[in-house]
């Protein structure tokens, strides 16, 4: 269950607008978390079937990218994608896999020191049949 007040940060002063607004950025990040964790405990346990579907990784990539820049540059990282738009679709659970891959970019930006880079890159290493 979730509760939200409803609070508005133009009525604050100045000096607290800011400390408000990163409380409110850090909170929903962590609800962000949070939710990603409980996904990937319930799909491990098997009390989520996964759903798959065609999907294109580059697009995948700049969307983490697009999601989690701010984070980045908050914390004095540069964030780089590279994935080739050339490449082909696949099958696969996109929802979950962007779960997992934005817990992981999370962790490597919280690691990263700042001046640092975390790189995200999609690339064909093999075909099948080959």
Do not use: Y
Not at 7 to 32: H, I, W, Y
């Amino acid at each position: 269950m979730s509760h939200s007040l409803p609070l508005d940060a133009t009525s604050l002063p100045r000096t607290l607008r800011s400390k408000f607004n990163s409380v409110q950025e850090a909170t929903s990040r962590m609800g962000v978390l949070l939710g990603n964790m409980v996904d990937l405990q319930n799909l491990q346990s098997g009390n989520i079937v996964s759903q798959t579907a065609d999907f294109h990784p580059p697009t995948l990539l700049i969307s983490l990218r697009d999601a989690r820049w701010k984070q980045a540059a908050a914390a004095g990282v540069r964030l780089q994608v590279f994935a080739n738009s050339q490449l082909p679709s696949v099958r696969g659970n996109a929802e979950l896999l962007l779960k997992c891959l934005g817990a992981l970019l999370d962790n490597a930006i919280k690691a990263s020191q700042r001046g640092q880079r975390v790189v995200l890159r999609c690339t064909l290493s093999s075909t099948l049949g080959s």
